[in-house]
């Protein structure tokens, strides 16, 4: 299930598009615990859910004086629900719709006093169905779950590498349930203009408030529509003049006129005799792209690559 010379697994999306609508679902009801409960952070950031080494959480969630966490554990395939009091519940991942995973999370919430209300219907989703009447996604395969897991625990590790190397403002690398994204963004300091919206089922002035400044954005995802494979990319808001045409790398790397985005395949990336200095380079030179047609102040901004450390796993 691993790639060549490292511990990139192979996700090929057509071997678990079925998984992956059904655990993107999921996900959407976990996050929409977070954002019931949370304080209401800039860009949405109470929303997302982060990589472990079991899986995704929410972190720590306010509840009155105590706290409690969700968590995908993809190595046991369960959902663990843990509070501060010292209770715990879980809910197993397993083949059910997404119907029956709200109602066993609901239960579990219950059992453990935690009074939580979320919107039922899904986000950025064309033909959204409520969660709780959603016996049509339905499908769970742990070995691939697993597999997701893997590469989002890698995908993960590098992103922070970049991210370190950026001294301005920038967000967490995080999971966005909407998309189903893991994403790291880095921000000029200056306002950005209108986001036109236009998301399925989000409202506008989320998406607006979202990109209210000027962004790179780079991250990973299972694929969908015109990229029908797993693939990182990294796009920049608002995209300055001459952006799609930069030159960016490694070789296969290319822009995609339909998402607006450059675009690296996994495979590329896992393949690769050293993968994690193919996707280094394909997130530094897209941010260049972006960064130096955008006219950032990059002096002020960034910070050495050579004085960010990092240890890759051996071959």
Same mark, same amino acid.
């Given at each position: 299930?691993?790639?060549?010379?490292?511990?990139?697994?192979?996700?090929?999306?057509?071997?678990?598009?079925?998984?992956?609508?059904?655990?993107?679902?999921?996900?959407?009801?976990?996050?929409?615990?977070?954002?019931?409960?949370?304080?209401?952070? $800039?860009?949405?950031?109470?929303?997302?859910?982060?990589?472990?080494?079991?899986?995704?959480?929410?972190?720590?969630?306010?509840?009155?004086?105590?706290?409690?966490?969700?968590?995908? $554990?993809?190595?046991?395939?369960?959902?663990?629900?843990?509070?501060?009091?010292?209770?715990?519940? *879980?809910?197993?991942?397993?083949?059910?719709?997404?119907?029956?995973?709200?109602?066993?999370?609901?239960?579990?919430?219950?059992?453990?006093?935690?009074?939580?209300?979320?919107?039922?219907?899904?986000?950025?989703?064309?033909?959204?169905?409520?969660?709780? *009447?959603?016996?049509?996604?339905?499908? %769970?395969?742990?070995?691939?779950?697993?597999?997701?897991?893997?590469?989002?625990?890698?995908?993960?590790?590098?992103?922070?590498?970049?991210?370190?190397?950026?001294?301005?403002?920038?967000?967490?690398?995080?999971?966005?349930?909407?998309?189903?994204?893991?994403?790291?963004?880095?921000?000029?300091?200056?306002?950005? +203009?209108?986001?036109?919206?236009?998301?399925? $089922?989000?409202?506008?002035?989320?998406?607006?408030?979202?990109?209210?400044?000027?962004?790179?954005?780079?991250?990973?995802?299972?694929?969908?529509?015109?990229?029908?494979?797993?693939?990182?990319?990294? %796009?920049?808001?608002?995209?300055?003049?001459?952006?799609?045409?930069?030159?960016?790398? +490694?070789?296969?790397?290319? %822009?995609?006129?339909?998402?607006?985005?450059?675009?690296?395949?996994?495979?590329?990336?896992?393949?690769?005799?050293?993968?994690?200095?193919?996707?280094?380079?394909?997130?530094?030179?897209? %941010?260049?792209?972006?960064?130096?047609?955008?006219?950032?102040?990059?002096?002020?901004?960034?910070?050495?690559?050579?004085?960010?450390?990092?240890?890759?796993?051996?071959?």
């Amino acid at each position: 299930m691993a790639s060549s010379a490292n511990h990139w697994p192979d996700i090929p999306l057509a071997a678990w598009r079925d998984t992956f609508a059904t655990l993107h679902l999921w996900t959407q009801i976990v996050g929409k615990i977070r954002l019931a409960k949370s304080p209401w952070l $800039n860009h949405s950031w109470h929303t997302t859910l982060y990589v472990t080494s079991r899986g995704l959480t929410t972190s720590p969630i306010p509840d009155d004086t105590r706290t409690f966490e969700l968590e995908f $554990n993809f190595v046991e395939h369960r959902l663990d629900i843990r509070s501060s009091d010292g209770r715990h519940d *879980e809910v197993p991942l397993r083949p059910q719709s997404v119907a029956t995973f709200y109602r066993l999370v609901t239960e579990a919430l219950r059992r453990l006093d935690l009074d939580v209300h979320i919107t039922r219907k899904p986000s950025e989703v064309v033909d959204p169905i409520p969660f709780a *009447e959603d016996e049509v996604h339905r499908s %769970y395969d742990a070995e691939y779950s697993h597999r997701f897991w893997l590469a989002l625990v890698q995908a993960d590790r590098v992103l922070k590498i970049f991210r370190a190397r950026f001294t301005g403002k920038a967000s967490p690398v995080h999971y966005f349930f909407g998309a189903g994204d893991l994403a790291v963004t880095r921000f000029s300091g200056r306002l950005a +203009p209108a986001h036109p919206g236009g998301i399925p $089922n989000l409202p506008d002035w989320i998406t607006r408030e979202a990109y209210s400044h000027e962004v790179s954005s780079c991250g990973f995802w299972p694929g969908s529509g015109a990229i029908d494979y797993p693939a990182f990319y990294s %796009y920049a808001y608002p995209a300055p003049a001459g952006f799609g045409e930069a030159r960016v790398g +490694p070789d296969g790397a290319f %822009y995609s006129k339909d998402y607006g985005e450059f675009i690296l395949p996994y495979d590329r990336v896992a393949r690769a005799s050293s993968p994690d200095d193919t996707l280094l380079e394909f997130l530094q030179s897209t %941010y260049e792209a972006a960064a130096t047609s955008g006219g950032w102040d990059r002096a002020a901004l960034e910070r050495d690559a050579s004085a960010v450390s990092r240890r890759a796993p051996a071959p």
